[in-house]
């Protein structure tokens, strides 16, 4: 499957942004979902994941300031960004796998490009 990020960008500490990842290739119904982020410095860390029946996951440092949704018609994956903070200023990756766990452990078999975020304080 391959699988393009769009949507990164500037923003002001507090605003919004929202990503989209579009996958082709495959049936995009059959895999979950998530998105990564990659800070200058730093490693690459899991920022959430949907499943293939939309159960969703998030990391502490984002929960209930990002929403991760999917759109099946579209093959289309989304992080929605909210109350973002300068320490959010990342590239973010999507990922997808057949199998969640490897989503959720940063070993799926699929990433596509990163977009990058920028936020200003």
């Known amino acids: 499957v391959q699988l393009q990020a769009s949507g990164g960008g500037l923003v002001q500490a507090g605003g919004s942004l929202r990503l989209s990842c579009a996958a082709s290739?495959?049936?995009?119904?059959?895999?979950?979902m998530g998105w990564f982020r990659q800070a200058p410095g730093k490693e690459r860390e899991f920022v959430s994941a949907?499943?293939?029946?939309?159960?969703?996951y998030y990391a502490d440092s984002v929960k209930d300031r990002f929403t991760i949704s999917r759109d099946n018609a579209k093959n289309t994956v989304y992080l929605r960004m909210n109350s973002l903070k300068p320490e959010d200023t990342a590239v973010y990756y999507c990922?997808?796998?057949?199998?969640?766990?490897?989503?959720?452990?940063?070993?799926?078999?699929?990433w596509g490009q990163g977009t990058l975020v920028t936020v200003s304080s």
């Open positions: 990922a997808a796998d057949q199998t969640l766990k490897y989503i959720r452990s940063g070993t799926n078999d699929y």
């Open positions: 290739g495959r049936a995009f119904g059959d895999y979950a």
């Open positions: 949907i499943s293939q029946n939309a159960i969703t």
